[in-house]
């Protein structure tokens, strides 16, 4: 037992041995930074000066795109499918043929109806000769013109009839998958096909109420989809909702995208990045300078010698830097290494940060 013992401090011992080891150099930077700080020796850091610049202040935000015109080509009428006049994927022009029905029965209708059309106005005219001979009485004269209008309706109704055979494209677009074959019976609503004009795309998405006094028509966006995930789609703002929704408290927006080589489809999820305002000759660091604590920032701003731990207001974010509202004025010389040394009030030597090279 007494050996067992032994060996357990023996073991404890060494884990803490290796512990202190692992610790020391954290150890040694600390109590070295406390000694330079006590002896009055300054504490190497580089700095940068704030800057002043332009700051675009910007919205994050999701979207749906859709077609700038999308409709369902669908058959007005029942019959055959005789005729097919598009391939998949094909740019047609507006009132372009697309397909089209069997109207033979149809076309023999109104043949038969423009027949009793030249029989009534025939009737009519021979009537309308013997009125003033008294051979034909007024009311003769009313029936007959009755017959008359009722026939040439009749014919409008066929000519109608037979149009309907004909489907065509109500305005360019591209054509999307066939729905139809020769020679299949379709019933009235039948799907044919899809048409989309996407030489523009439209992109809806949802702006809080709260950026609303800085939303505008015309203001910038800038679109990405992961399909295309390093190409950025431009576009501006066209249409702001007249409604805010009382359970998102958003408003909808649309935005116009140009989409030349057709590269984005509707219904492409896609991040909107949206520009709301810009403010000139503002006050920027970089990002590294940064000290969060408690849902606070922070930066170290040198002077007479000392870092002095300054707690600032940030706005808009850009790659790499920060704006900042308050705290830190134009030219004031900002810690961005060595900050994980130094204390509020520590002694310091500060140069400034290199350039990068490109």
Not at 325 to 331: D, E, H, I, K, R
Request: glycine share 8%; charged share 20%; aromatic share 4%.
């Amino acid at each position: 037992m007494k050996t067992r013992n032994q060996f357990i401090v023996i073991a404890v011992l060494a884990v803490l041995g290796g512990v202190a080891w692992h610790y020391k150099d954290t150890f040694l930077v600390g109590a070295q930074t406390q000694r330079q700080s006590a002896a009055g020796r300054p504490i190497p850091v580089q700095t940068v000066k704030a800057r002043t610049g332009s700051i675009t202040e910007t919205l994050e935000a999701v979207g749906t795109a859709l077609s700038n015109e999308a409709v369902t080509i669908t058959t007005k009428t029942a019959g055959i499918v005789a005729k097919v006049s598009f391939n998949e994927g094909q740019s047609v022009k507006s009132g372009q043929l697309l397909a089209e029905l069997d109207g033979r029965e149809v076309v023999a209708e109104l043949e038969a109806t423009r027949a009793a059309v030249q029989i009534a106005r025939q009737n009519y005219d021979r009537a309308a000769k013997l009125l003033g001979t008294q051979a034909v009485s007024q009311a003769r004269m009313d029936e007959l013109s009755s017959l008359l209008t009722a026939a040439t309706a009749r014919v409008k109704v066929q000519e109608a009839r037979v149009q309907d055979l004909r489907i065509v494209a109500p305005f360019n677009g591209k054509i999307g998958i066939r729905r139809v074959s020769i020679g299949a019976f379709v019933p009235p609503g039948a799907v044919v096909t899809t048409l989309d004009d996407v030489d523009v795309i439209k992109l809806n998405f949802l702006v809080p109420e709260t950026v609303l006094a800085h939303l505008k028509s015309g203001a910038a966006v800038k679109a990405r989809s992961e399909a295309y995930p390093n190409r950025d789609f431009t576009g501006v703002v066209r249409t702001i909702d007249t409604r805010i929704d009382p359970t998102t408290r958003a408003v909808e927006a649309r935005a116009e995208l140009p989409n030349p080589d057709n590269a984005l489809k509707p219904g492409l999820f896609m991040t909107v990045t949206l520009s709301l305002a810009r403010r000139d000759n503002t006050v920027i660091v970089p990002e590294e300078s940064l000290i969060p604590l408690g849902g606070r920032q922070f930066v170290f701003v040198v002077k007479g010698g000392k870092a002095l731990r300054t707690e600032v207001q940030v706005g808009q974010r850009i790659p790499g830097e920060v704006e900042i509202l308050s705290g830190v004025a134009v030219g004031d010389d900002i810690v961005t290494a060595g900050i994980q040394k130094i204390r509020d009030g520590s002694i310091v030597q500060a140069s400034p940060r290199p350039v990068p090279t490109s």
